[in-house]
T-cell receptor, first 115, second 109 residues
Framework: NAGVTQTPKFQVLKTGQSMTLQCAQD?????MYWYRQDPGMGLRLIYY???????DKGEVPNGYNVSRLNKREFSLRLESAAPSQTSVYFC??????????????FGPGTRLTVT | LAKTTQPISMDSYEGQEVNITCSHN???????ITWYQQFPSQGPRFIIQ???TKVTNEVASLFIPADRKSSTLSLPRVSLSDTAVYYC??????????FGAGTRLTVKP
């Protein structure tokens, strides 16, 4: 059981380049999330997907697109990277069921630098 | 969404009990209180969640007064490995839970 996996672990981009961050979970969770964490700050929600085929904007969606490819995979795309998108990106997943504890499981993160 | 306020940082010593308080004056009736722990270069990890009164698990206790306008995470007998950032989240257990800046706990020998 690998939990939540993310690729790549590190990436350096030039301004204007595009890339896709990959996330997969093997816990059969319905909900998946993408967060960014800037140095010394808390996590901010970029997008989430409540179920396969659905996605919704979070707190900071501008400059990003997402795809919920299937139940396991949720990707984050930067179409034209900017230095302001330099951050650590975390993917998370959970099952939301009424009356149950809401616990997100996080991946190890992708450290992205845009020069 | 309920706004949360936590101390920016705290220091403690090994073996002591640590209490981290989170203020959430505008908590809604259907909001839960959840705490996460984050070590450097890792994703956050769930610690505990509660709605009212006291919740305890093998890692921590969560104390919530009757008015629910604050909560206290209690870590018994901390060790150096408890040095981390602790986040308090308040929300209705939906997909839009927000992390604040957290409390940076440093445990000293």
């Amino acid at each position: 059981n690998a939990g939540v996996t993310q690729t790549p672990k590190f990436q350096v981009l030039k301004t204007g380049q595009s890339m896709t961050l990959q996330c997969a979970q093997d816990m059969n969770h319905n909900s998946m999330y993408w967060y960014r964490q800037d140095p010394g700050m808390g996590l901010r929600l970029i997008y989430y997907s409540a179920s396969e085929g659905t996605t919704d904007k979070g707190e900071v969606p501008n400059g990003y697109n997402v795809s919920r490819l299937n139940k396991r995979e949720f990707s984050l795309r930067l179409e034209s990277a900017a230095p302001s998108q330099t951050s650590v990106y975390f993917c998370a997943s959970t099952n939301l069921r009424a009356g149950e504890t809401y616990e997100q499981y996080f991946g190890p993160g992708t450290r992205l630098t845009v020069t | 969404l309920a706004k949360t306020t936590q101390p920016i940082s705290m220091d403690s010593y090994e073996g002591q009990e640590v209490n981290i308080t989170c203020s959430h004056n505008n908590i809604a009736t259907n909001d839960y209180i959840t705490w996460y722990q984050q070590f450097p270069s890792q994703g956050p990890r769930f610690i505990i969640q509660g709605y009212k009164t006291k919740v305890t698990n093998e890692v921590a206790s969560l104390f919530i007064p009757a008015d629910r306008k604050s909560s206290t995470l209690s870590l018994p007998r901390v060790s150096l490995s408890d040095t981390a950032v602790y986040y308090c989240l308040v929300g209705p257990n939906n997909n839009d839970m927000r992390f604040g800046a957290g409390t940076r706990l440093t445990v000293k020998p």
